[in-house]
């Protein structure tokens, strides 16, 4: 289930990012670029890497949650909001962290997950 969601998270991010490279312009910053293509290119692929390494795409996710972050917390400031307006610029930020905290919370379930199957003890095999 967590790699569905992940799945469907990451089809959304690139399509998100699809869009989103129509419109980049003058007001966009490198960080917040770079973060859009990292999101949109690499949560799917990811979330199909884990079917069968889960640590390491549990560990990527995981990684690209305070990169997404910095770029997108970096883009609100950067966006330099009409003096006095701090309920935009705190709006901003929350939105950008939320949408950031997403692939690090798959990563974190998808990691947890794997050390529940570590865990576990071997099935008996209805041959024996």
Known sequence: MIIGFGSIWGLFAFGGMLFSSFTIGTNDSAPEVLVILL???TILPSCIFAIWFMRYAALWLM??????AFGLVYQVIHSRTPAGDYWTVVGGMAEALIVAAIPGAI??????????????PPEKSRFL
């Not at 990684?63 to 997404?68: E, M, N, S, V, Y």
Request: net charge positive.
């Open 107 to 120: 990563g974190l379930l998808l990691f947890r997950r794997q050390g529940d199957l570590a865990n576990r």
């Open 39 to 41: 999101y949109g290119l």
């Open 63 to 68: 990684i690209l949650f305070p990169i997404t």
